[in-house]
């Protein structure tokens, strides 16, 4: 069997932000290694579209879930909804996720607020939640947290948005050790550039990145976080070359970032 393969139909895997961009592909590449499918967004329409689609690739099985995950008790809704359905997953992938290019001070206090809500406290107690469930079961589950590159950029704007995913990857690794014990993985994946929605940008200009190769495909950037999630990887930052770039992002001397938060300010939103 390939790496992370099970008995088609035998396990249950949970993604949210499975709507769209690489939480779909995250989808259709569980699917594929035999994983029936819990869909967690925050809106129904995507995720009955993924669904079809799921089903129609020969998914044994999916449950969608439409949640807010950027609240207070989001985890425990969630939580509940799946132990409601009797599903147990043995794999959580938490890649919900929302962007923000504004400077803190220009940032609306409710944004800040469910930014780290959804990056930080849903993520942290869906893992201490579901954890808890896989180790009462006696499964060696895993988890994996989709952080970001933008962690080594302290770049103007990216404050938020950037510090966010910093305590999702920390908290990963530090998780990781405690879980070892019991059999259980945990991978933060840190992608640079990745060809969605997310950031906002124009189709258009994502293909042109993908062909510059500025941008990675969201394809690519799940099949490289579940290549990562199977090697027991507590870190996986996609393509060597933005690997050799963190030490540069996180040198980079004040009179650089001066004139790029000018440049910047126009951009901002």
Not at 123 to 148: E, P, Q
């Amino acid at each position: 069997m390939r790496r992370g393969e099970v008995v088609q139909g035998s396990a249950w895997a949970l993604v949210t932000g499975a709507g769209s961009g690489i939480g779909r592909c995250y989808a259709l590449r569980l699917a594929g290694l035999g994983y029936r499918l819990a869909l967690a967004g925050n809106r129904p329409e995507p995720l009955d579209a993924v669904k079809a689609e799921l089903l129609a690739a020969g998914c044994a099985e999916v449950y969608t879930a439409t949640c807010d995950l950027a609240r207070t008790e989001a985890a425990e809704e969630l939580h509940g909804m799946l132990a409601a359905a009797g599903i147990e997953p043995d794999v959580v992938i938490n890649n919900a996720g929302m962007f923000s290019f504004c400077d803190i001070l220009a940032t609306p206090v409710e944004r800040i607020e469910r930014m780290i809500l959804l990056h930080a406290m849903t993520n942290t107690k869906l893992c201490r939640l579901f954890a808890a469930d896989m180790i009462r079961r006696g499964v060696r589950g895993c988890f994996l947290n989709m952080s970001s590159y933008s962690q080594w950029m302290p770049f103007p704007g990216l404050a938020l948005y950037s510090a966010s995913k910093a305590y999702l990857r920390q908290f990963s690794v530090c998780f990781a050790k405690e879980m070892r014990q019991h059999g259980i993985r945990v991978t933060a994946v840190c992608p640079a550039g990745v060809a969605t929605d997310l950031y906002g940008l124009p189709s258009r200009w994502q293909r042109i990145g993908l062909r510059m190769g500025v941008l990675i495909s969201a394809d690519s950037c799940a099949r490289r976080g579940l290549r990562a999630l199977w090697s027991g990887r507590r870190t996986c930052v996609p393509d060597w070359w933005n690997r050799i770039g963190i030490p540069v992002c996180k040198l980079l001397p004040l009179f650089i970032l001066s004139p790029l938060r000018k440049f910047t300010l126009r951009f901002q939103k």
